[in-house]
């Protein structure tokens, strides 16, 4: 008897259950193309405000900026797809940097004070950042590894 249960009926009983059942309706859940917030790149934080960056729709990112605690932010530098123009830089003061390739220069800008220092890298060395009021600067072997690092102060023009 177990057998022709198993065999006979049971079949037919599963059948005719999964065939009244519908099949829920489908849900299309529409997923964003990206996610909030947008990447906030922070640069320089000084006692005053910090250097940064913010990631746009495009992926691309706004020029570079100096953010005030209080107070609107200032833009500092060019457009940032003009790479060959412009170097900005700062680290862990209120002091920013701003590198010309063009004409081989460097203006210190001290957000804090509001004044600014203007000078000419040395031949041959090549702007790598600012760290407070010091500028880092390398010069390259012709293999194109770096020879030696230069700690620069607008005095020591």
Do not use: C
């Amino acid at each position: 008897m177990a057998l022709s249960a198993t065999g006979g009926s049971l079949p037919f009983l599963l059948t005719s259950a999964h065939a009244a059942t519908t099949a829920p309706a489908s849900l299309t859940i529409n997923a964003p193309d990206r996610y909030l917030p947008r990447s906030y790149n922070l640069e320089s934080a000084g006692t005053v405000g910090d250097l940064n960056r913010t990631e746009l729709d495009s992926g691309d990112f706004t020029p570079y900026r100096w953010s005030p605690v209080t107070g609107d932010p200032q833009a500092v530098g060019k457009d940032p797809a003009d790479t060959s123009a412009e170097r900005i830089g700062g680290h862990a003061s209120d002091v920013v940097g701003v590198s010309t390739g063009a004409d081989r220069s460097v203006e210190l800008k001290d957000m804090k004070a509001g004044t600014s220092a203007r000078f000419t890298l040395p031949e041959g060395q090549t702007y790598l950042g600012t760290f407070g009021e010091t500028v880092v600067t390398a010069t390259w072997t012709a293999g194109g590894d770096v020879d030696s690092l230069h700690l620069l102060h607008p005095g020591d023009r």
